[in-house]
C-alpha cells in the first residue's frame, strides 16, 4: 500500500466547493509546468448507463496508465453524478450493471492500490458514505471530505455565513459587524455566485478600503437568483481583455453542458446595456461620468427606465458611472455586432443540443477584438 493517501473523493452539491478542493489537491501533487500532461480529467456526468460505463471505463484505463514522461500523474473524475447515493440513470437510478462496475472498480482499487507517484480525485455532487464502494475505497486510504450547503433556507444562510470569513479573505476582505449577514441575505448562498460578487466588491473598494459596511453591501451587491452575473467575466469584456475573459472562463466553467447557454444569456444582458448606456452618451442623455443629464425628454426617460437603466431606476450611482465607462471602450456598431454574435451562438447551442461547446466563447472573444483604426489616406 502506497504512503499517506493518494486518493481523494470531494462531496458536494456546492461544486465550487468541491472543485476548489480537489484543485488544492492538484497543486500540491502536480507542479505547474506538469500540469498540462500529467493531470488528466475525466467527465463523470452521465445520466444513461452507456455513458456512466463508458465514463468508469475511461476513469479506470487512466489511473492503470502510468505517467509516461512525467514523474508523476493525477486523475481527476470530476463531477460524477451516479456514485451511489447520487445516480440519476435515466430517472430511475443506477442501473445493476453500473453498481457491477463501480464495485470492481473500488475492489480492483483496493487490491491494486496506486503507485505512489498516482494520485485519484473523485468530485461528486452525492456519495452514501455507507455503501460498498465507499467503504472500500476508504479502507484503502482514500479521505473522503463532504462539503454541506445545508438543507433548508436558515441552514444554508448560516453554511454560507461560515464560509464567507475565509472566501473574503483570498479578496483582502473582512466584513463589519452585521455587514455579512446582509451581503449573503442580498447575494444568495450559491458559493459561486459569493466569489464573484466579493470580486466585484473588492473593485469597488479599491485599494483605500478593505472593510466592507453594510452601506457598501447596499451600493454595490447584486440581488441573488437562479443565473448569476459572473461579474468577472462581464468585466473581462468590458476591458475587451481576451486573456481575462479566457481565464475568468476557465475558473467558473464547471464542464456541464448548460454552462455556455448562462455565459450567453449574461453576456447577452451586459453587452444590451452597455449598448443602452453607448447610446445614452452618444445622444448626451448621460455625462462620460456618469450622470444622467437635466434635460432628457420624458418618453426616453420612461423608456430608459423600462431598460432597467435609466434615471429612476435604482441602480446605485456607482453602478451607472461603471456602466458609462465601460461603454465607451466600444462603438455603438461594435456593441451592436456583438450582441448579434452572442445572440446567433446561444440559438445555434440550443439548436444543436449542447454539441457546439466553446462557441459563446470564441464568439465573445471575437466580440471584444479591438480593430485597428483605418489608414488615412494621403492627400
Given amino acids: 500500500m502506497s504512503k499517506g493517501p493518494n486518493i481523494h473523493i470531494f462531496v458536494g452539491e456546492d461544486d465550487y466547493l468541491a472543485n476548489a478542493a480537489a484543485a488544492k489537491i492538484v497543486e500540491a501533487a502536480v507542479e505547474p509546468s506538469l500540469r498540462a500532461t500529467a493531470v488528466e ?16 471505463k475511461e476513469c479506470v484505463a487512466s489511473i492503470q496508465t502510468p505517467p509516461f514522461l512525467d514523474p508523476v500523474k493525477l486523475t481527476w473524475w470530476r463531477g460524477v453524478t451516479f456514485l451511489p447515493g447520487g445516480g440519476r440513470g435515466e430517472g430511475k437510478g443506477v442501473s445493476e450493471q453500473v453498481k457491477g462496475a463501480l464495485a470492481r472498480f ?13 494520485t485519484l480525485v473523485i468530485t461528486a455532487p452525492k456519495l452514501l458514505k455507507t455503501s460498498i464502494f465507499a467503504k472500500t475505497l ?3 486510504g482514500a479521505q473522503l471530505a463532504e462539503f454541506s450547503s445545508g438543507g433548508k433556507s436558515r441552514d444554508k444562510m448560516e453554511a454560507a455565513l461560515m464560509r464567507l470569513p475565509d472566501l ?10 452585521g455587514a455579512d449577514a446582509a451581503f449573503v441575505s442580498k447575494v444568495g448562498t450559491d458559493t459561486r455566485r459569493i466569489v464573484s460578487e466579493l470580486a466585484k466588491m473588492r473593485t469597488y473598494l479599491g485599494k483605500e478600503r478593505s472593510n466592507v459596511t453594510a452601506a457598501d453591501v447596499a451600493e454595490v451587491a447584486s440581488p441573488g437568483g437562479d443565473e448569476p452575473e459572473l461579474w468577472e467575466i462581464t468585466d473581462a469584456i468590458a476591458q475587451r481583455s481576451p486573456a481575462k475573459l479566457l481565464a475568468t472562463i476557465a475558473r467558473f466553467d464547471d464542464g456541464k453542458s448548460g454552462f455556455d447557454i448562462m455565459l450567453a444569456t449574461v453576456a447577452e444582458k451586459f453587452l444590451r446595456e452597455l449598448y443602452i448606456y453607448r ?7 448621460l455625462t462620460p461620468y456618469g450622470g444622467w443629464a437635466k434635460n432628457i425628454p420624458p418618453d426616453v426617460v ?24 465601460n461603454a465607451k471602450a466600444f462603438s455603438l456598431g461594435e456593441l451592436r455586432l456583438a450582441r448579434f454574435l452572442i445572440l446567433q451562438a446561444r440559438e445555434k447551442l440550443v439548436s444543436s ?27
Avoid: H, Y
Avoid at 106 to 118: K, S, Y
Fill in 168 to 177: 473574503a479573505e483570498a479578496e483582502g476582505l473582512k466584513f463589519d459587524p
Fill in 302 to 325: 420612461q423608456d430608459l427606465d423600462a431598460s432597467g437603466v435609466g434615471p429612476n431606476v435604482s441602480r446605485g450611482d456607482w453602478a451607472v458611472k461603471r456602466g458609462a465607462k
Fill in 353 to 379: 443540443g449542447g454539441s457546439t461547446q466553446s462557441l459563446v466563447t470564441q464568439e465573445l472573444l471575437r466580440a471584444i477584438m479591438r480593430r485597428p483604426a483605418p489608414a488615412q489616406r494621403r492627400s
Fill in 279 to 285: 447610446e445614452a452618451l452618444d445622444k448626451g442623455w
Fill in 106 to 118: 473500488a475492489e480492483d482499487l483496493a487490491a491494486n492500490p496506486l503507485p505512489p507517484n498516482q
Fill in 138 to 140: 476508504m479502507k484503502c
Fill in 41 to 56: 480529467t475525466i467527465d463523470g456526468a452521465a445520466d444513461n448507463a452507456e455513458t456512466q460505463l463508458a465514463s468508469i
